[in-house]
């Protein structure tokens, strides 16, 4: 198995880290010739989903994300790489790559002053420590959205078939299990006869 | 440490392999996240103008900041003077997403700074050594920068600092564990704060570069030499065509180590700022704050 984690900007190095700690081949994503048909799945960093947008398009990686997205690659996308994956963005006329048919709303805690921390059920995991850093919000799932986890009565994890989404960090906590449940999904794709 | 600056310390994390840009207007603002700026610096006067209006340069106008907060969805950071935590508390009543405790704005306090552990708010500051580094970092700063030298689009001061401190760094490295306690005595920083240098090989902070950064090339110099992201201050605004720099800075962060593309990015980027040369400067704003 590889992952490929998205280089382009943010926390990419701590993702890479807790891959590293599991013993899973990664590679960093910086640009298209990075991101070829040896990888088995894909994880988008938290950062900054404005410029990460943006370097997708200048570094021309968005195209071909996008089609092994619709192929069904499997992808975990958090906080910022849960933007980009969004089919709708609240007061937003334009969403990313999109792949997971959820509405999602950016900055919903407020400032920094509102980002926080916080332990939660994980469904499947159990408790699991959470970082918030001016987080979205999940306002509400489609059909074959499943709700993972909840804060204060908000979904603040989500999955489809292929797509995991995450509004907290769980890459910047030593806790590796939200990673091991997305190789799960990774395993469990690879043996599912191909769309 | 408390839970406060784990988060604090974690925000820069999110902005790490980013551009962080000067601006002076909502519009300015705008045009920096449309390039791709991972968090935007308010502030009246960019480091170049303050440097060519001279006099007392202090805090901006909070209505000011508010205007550049409701403009764009990326982090806000604004400046206050060494020292001045009354700026520093009106700047967390108006929620700012990190305080620059900058040499940049004439020093309230040739003494003391910010006692920032006090704060909810993060704050970022500037150091041109090791030991300032560190002591800031004692004093509650979640985030580091070199501090280069200001609105002078000469790079050699930042790579100066930039080096010094990672010399100082793999010199902890290579120290013996038992003379660790006369290296922090030698820093005038607390012993835990080596211990963690000694241990992991980095600042246990984020460190950006900042302070003279004007072009493609000069990002990704500072980036090759570890830096984990930029701040441009006057270099963008003070040059013929801001958008497609910043643009092209942008890029430059991601891809450092790729000339090809940054031989793309480096052309028909119009006047970069003039810039004045480390000789020809009159005030040294890095020896403000050690």
């Given amino acids: ?195 | 440490m408390s839970n406060r600056y784990e988060l604090n310390k974690n925000l820069a994390q999110m902005l790490k392999g980013g551009v962080i840009m000067d601006v002076t207007t909502p519009e300015q603002a705008k045009i920096a996240e449309e390039a791709g700026a991972c968090a935007v610096m308010a502030l009246e006067r960019i480091p170049a103008d303050i440097r060519a209006a001279g006099g007392v340069s202090r805090m901006s106008d909070p209505k000011m900041i508010r205007g550049i907060q409701q403009a764009v969805s990326i982090p806000v950071m604004a400046k206050v003077r060494i020292g001045h935590f009354a700026e520093a508390q009106i700047l967390q009543a108006i929620e700012i997403d990190y305080i620059d405790e900058s040499e940049v704005l004439s020093p309230a306090d040739d003494l003391y700074h910010i006692d920032k552990t006090k704060f909810d708010v993060p704050f970022v500051c500037g150091a041109k050594n090791l030991g300032e580094a560190l002591r800031r970092i004692a004093e509650g700063a979640s985030m580091i920068r070199t501090k280069g030298e200001p609105g002078t689009g000469d790079v050699v001061q930042a790579v100066r600092h930039m080096r010094l401190i990672n010399r100082q760094i793999r010199e902890i490295q290579n120290t013996r564990e038992d003379e660790l306690f006369h290296t922090a005595k030698e820093l005038q920083v607390p012993y835990e704060l080596v211990r963690s240098v000694f241990e992991t090989g980095r600042l246990p902070v984020v460190n950006f570069a900042a302070g003279g950064i004007a072009t493609p090339a000069d990002a990704a110099l500072m980036m090759q030499l570890g830096a984990e992201g930029v701040f441009v201050g006057s270099g963008i605004f003070k040059s013929g065509n801001p958008a497609k720099r910043a643009r092209a800075i942008v890029q430059a962060v991601t891809n450092y180590n790729d000339p090809v593309l940054l031989a793309e990015l480096s052309e028909d980027l119009g006047e970069a700022m003039v810039g004045i040369n480390e000789q020809e400067i009159e005030l040294l704003m890095a020896e403000r704050g050690i």
Avoid at chain 1, 42 to 51: A, C, N, Q, R
Avoid at chain 1, 65 to 88: N, S
């Fill in chain 1, 1 to 195: 198995m590889k992952i490929g984690v998205l280089a382009l900007q943010g926390g990419f190095a701590e993702h890479i880290a807790a891959l590293n700690k599991l013993g899973i081949p990664c590679v960093e994503i910086r640009k298209k010739a990075d991101f070829d048909d040896s990888l088995d799945a894909l994880i988008l960093p938290g950062g900054e989903s404005t410029v990460v947008g943006k370097l997708l398009h200048q570094t021309e990686l968005f195209d071909p994300i996008q089609e092994r997205i619709q192929k069904e690659m499997p992808v975990w996308g958090t906080c910022a790489g849960l933007i980009l994956l969004a089919d709708t963005i609240v007061n937003e006329p334009n969403s990313y790559l999109r792949g997971i048919d959820l509405t999602v709303r950016r900055n919903a805690y407020g400032r920094q002053l509102g980002s926080f921390y916080t332990q939660e059920e994980f469904r499947g995991i159990g408790k699991i420590p959470m970082t918030f850093i001016r987080a979205p919000l999940i306002e509400s799932v489609g059909k074959g959205v499943t709700p993972l986890s909840f804060y204060d009565g908000k979904i603040t994890a989500a999955e489809n078939d292929t797509i995991l989404v995450t509004t907290f960090h769980p890459e910047l906590t030593d806790d590796t299990r939200v990673l091991e449940y997305f190789l799960r999904k990774v395993k469990q794709q690879a043996i599912r006869p191909s769309a």
